[in-house]
């Protein structure tokens, strides 16, 4: 129960910063992305804040056993980057500058009510469904044994 007060309060501090640094507003970031026009480095401040509220938690975190709410900690298992990894990122950062939103700030946009936010969210799904299938059907599959062949 303690573990979720936390991820609920953790979330929702989240949410109010995201609304609060304006990264819920597609013009905002759109204007952060465009460099080469009208640029609002607002959101680099923000980007910035978050780096160092992150190094001093992560340095603290370092320090510990284990995660207060966990017997112990989850860190990834690799550092390697792969083509998964760069469609990812890809897809991502295309959809970010089309859309001028990602998917924390879009749910923060539509628990405000944004229309434009159903858009993106139920696209989002869509693309995380996509995803799960394509992963499922690309997996590969352990060999038959011989009395799963259909051989006569």
């Known amino acids: 129960m303690k573990a979720r007060a936390a991820a609920l ?30 640029w609002d480095p607002s959101l680099a ?11 001093a938690l992560l340095r603290a975190t370092r320090a510990r056993r284990a995660p207060v709410f966990h017997p112990v900690f989850h860190p990834p ?3 390697r980057i792969d083509a998964p990894l760069l469609a990812g990122a ?3 950062g295309v959809g970010w500058g089309l859309g001028g939103v990602c998917p924390g700030p879009a749910i923060v946009h539509l628990g405000a009510g944004g229309a434009s936010a159903w858009t993106f969210v139920l696209a989002m799904v869509a693309g995380m469904a ?23």
């Open 130 to 152: 996509l995803h799960g299938a394509a992963r499922r059907a690309l997996a590969p599959r352990p060999p038959l044994r011989a009395e799963q062949a259909d051989t006569p």
């Open 90 to 92: 890809a897809v991502f």
């Open 77 to 79: 298992t690799t550092a």
């Open 45 to 55: 401040f923000v980007m910035l804040g978050a780096i160092g509220v992150h190094l």
């Open 9 to 38: 309060s953790a979330g929702a501090l989240f949410g109010v910063g995201l609304g609060v640094s304006g990264m819920t507003l597609p013009a905002k970031v759109r204007g952060f992305l465009d460099v080469g026009g009208d």
